[in-house]
C-alpha cells in the first residue's frame, strides 16, 4: 500500500510543511467518514462491496468538501490496494502512461492499483478513453471524484464501467462532530458562542474542509474569549456558494428557477433568481430565460407576460447591475403570479405533429392567390370569399388542406385571459357551422 504524502498533494504543501488542521484530522477508517452513511453505513452500497471484499471502478458525485478524497484513499486501504492519486487539472497523459505502467507492473506480482483521479471529469474525451482497457481487463480500479454530473461530463464508454455512487452535501450533525473532533485535536474549545458556532456552520455552506479551515483560522488568533456572530464575521469570510456557470449548478438552478415560476411560488422563484445573481449569472441568461417561461408556461392565460418579460430584459440592457436587477425581480413576480397555460406551448407541437404527420399537402386552391393566367386557368383562387365582405366578418370557409379533416390543435384552458379566448372560439365556431349549414 503506498502511502504518505504524494503526487499532487506534493504540489499543495511541501512533505515538510506543518499539515493544516483538515489534513490532520482526515478519518482514518471509513467508520470515522461523517455524513455519508447511505454509502459507509452498515446497508450502505460502499460498505457493502468492502464487507465482500472486493471493489470495482467507481465515480463519487458530490459538492466540495464532502469527503470524495478521503474517501477513495481509505477504499484503497480497506482492500489492500495500491494507491495511486492523480489530480486531472495537474495530470496529462504522459502521468497516465506512467500510472498504468506502474499498476501493471504490480498486477504482474500479484498486487491491485486503486487510481484516485480528482476532478475526473475536467479530463477530456481522449484521455477519458485511455482508462477503459486497463479498466476493463482489472489492472486499475478507478475511483474518480468529481463535482459535476458524470451524465454530462464523462464519456458514455467510461461511465458503463463504473458504478455512479452521491454523495451527501454535509449538514451540521456532519459539521459538530467534526468540530468536536477539532477541539480534542487541539485540546481547547472553539472560542465562539453557541450561536456563532451555528454560523460558523452556516457559512461553511456544506464543506467539511473550508469549516475546518476556518475552525484553525479561529485558533490561530490564540483567544479564549467567546466570540459572538458579528465578531465571529469579522474575522472569517462565509463561503462563496457553489456555482459554475457553465456547469450544473447553471443548470440546476435556472430549473429551480423556471419549475417555481411554473408552479406559481412566488418566494422560492425569488430565492432562486436571488442564488443566481449572488453566483454571478449572467443576467441576460436568466432575462432568456424568463422570456421563454412567459410564452411556455403562461402563454395566452396572461399575453402581457411576455411584454412584461422582454421589458425586464431591455430595461436591464439600459440599466445595468445592479439596478437592473429589481427589472429582472419585478417580472419574476409577474410571471409567477400570473395564471397559468401550456395550451399554446402544445398547440405548436401538435402542430409540428400533424404537419410531420400529414406530409406535403397543398393548401386548398381557392385561398390561393392568382397572379398569371395559367394559375387562374387552374383554378387558383376560385371561390374564395373575401371575409370582410362577408356578414359578421367571418366566411367560415375551410383552410386546411383539402383531404384533411379539421383539427383542434389550440385549447386554450380555463383560466385568465384564456377564459375570453374559448368564448371567442366558441362563436367563430358557432357561425362556421352556420356557415356550413347555408
Not at 131 to 160: C, H, Q, W
Not at 175 to 184: D, G, H, I, K, V
Not at 262 to 275: C, E, H, I, M, T
Request: charged share 25%; aromatic share 8%; proline share 5%.
Amino acid at each position: 500500500m503506498a502511502g504518505g504524502v504524494t503526487g499532487f498533494e506534493n504540489s499543495l504543501f511541501g512533505a515538510d510543511a506543518p499539515r493544516p488542521l483538515a489534513d490532520r484530522l482526515r478519518p482514518k477508517t471509513i467508520d470515522d467518514v461523517v455524513g455519508q452513511d447511505h454509502l459507509l453505513g452498515p446497508e450502505g452500497s460502499i460498505r457493502r462491496f468492502l464487507d465482500q471484499g472486493r471493489l470495482t471502478s467507481l465515480i463519487l458525485w458530490g459538492t466540495p468538501g464532502c469527503g470524495k478524497t478521503t474517501i477513495a484513499r481509505l477504499l484503497a486501504d480497506h482492500t489492500d490496494l495500491a494507491f495511486e492519486p492523480l489530480s486531472a487539472i495537474f495530470s496529462g497523459v504522459a502521468d497516465l502512461r506512467k500510472v498504468f505502467d506502474r499498476a501493471e507492473s504490480r498486477r504482474m506480482q500479484g498486487q491491485g492499483t486503486c487510481l484516485f483521479v480528482d476532478e475526473i471529469h475536467r479530463f477530456n474525451k481522449a484521455q477519458q478513453d485511455s482508462f477503459l482497457p486497463y479498466v476493463e481487463n482489472g489492472t486499475i480500479i478507478l475511483v474518480g471524484a468529481t463535482t459535476e454530473n458524470p451524465s454530462f461530463e464523462l464519456n458514455a464508454a467510461l461511465l458503463s464501467r463504473c458504478q455512479v455512487f452521491v454523495l451527501n452535501r454535509l449538514e451540521h450533525d456532519a459539521f459538530e462532530t467534526m468540530l468536536q473532533r477539532a477541539e480534542e485535536e487541539e485540546d481547547r474549545k472553539l472560542p465562539l458562542t453557541q450561536e456563532a458556532r451555528w454560523a460558523l456552520m452556516d457559512m461553511a455552506d456544506g464543506d467539511g474542509r473550508y469549516l475546518l479551515n476556518m475552525a484553525e483560522a479561529l485558533y490561530a488568533l490564540g483567544t479564549s474569549n467567546e466570540m459572538d456572530v458579528e465578531e465571529l464575521g469579522r474575522v472569517v469570510q462565509k463561503r462563496l456558494p457553489v456555482y459554475d456557470k457553465g456547469q450544473d449548478s447553471h443548470y440546476n438552478l435556472v430549473s429551480a428557477l423556471h419549475k417555481a415560476v411554473r408552479g406559481s411560488d412566488v418566494d422560492a422563484a425569488l430565492y432562486w433568481l436571488g442564488r443566481m445573481l449572488e453566483g454571478g449569472e449572467d443576467p441576460n441568461f436568466i432575462a432568456r430565460r424568463l422570456l421563454v417561461m412567459s410564452y411556455e408556461d403562461i402563454g395566452m392565460a396572461d399575453p402581457n407576460a411576455a411584454v412584461q418579460a422582454l421589458n425586464a430584459w431591455q430595461t436591464f440592457e439600459r440599466l445595468g447591475n445592479p439596478e437592473g436587477q429589481m427589472a429582472l425581480s419585478q417580472a419574476v413576480v409577474y410571471l409567477a403570479t400570473a395564471p397559468k397555460s401550456n395550451a399554446q406551448y402544445k398547440s405548436l407541437k401538435a402542430a409540428k405533429g400533424l404537419a410531420k404527420e400529414t406530409g406535403s399537402l397543398p393548401p386548398p386552391k381557392h385561398i390561393l392567390n392568382a397572379p398569371t393566367k395559367m394559375m387562374r386557368e387552374m383554378g387558383y383562387g376560385v371561390g374564395y370569399q373575401y371575409d370582410h365582405d362577408s356578414e359578421d366578418g367571418f366566411s367560415g370557409q375551410n383552410f386546411f388542406p383539402e383531404n384533411l379533416a379539421r383539427e383542434k390543435l389550440y385549447q386554450p384552458v380555463e383560466r385568465g385571459f384564456e377564459r375570453d379566448v374559448n368564448k371567442r372560439l366558441e362563436y367563430w365556431e358557432g357561425l362556421r357551422k352556420k356557415r356550413n349549414k347555408i
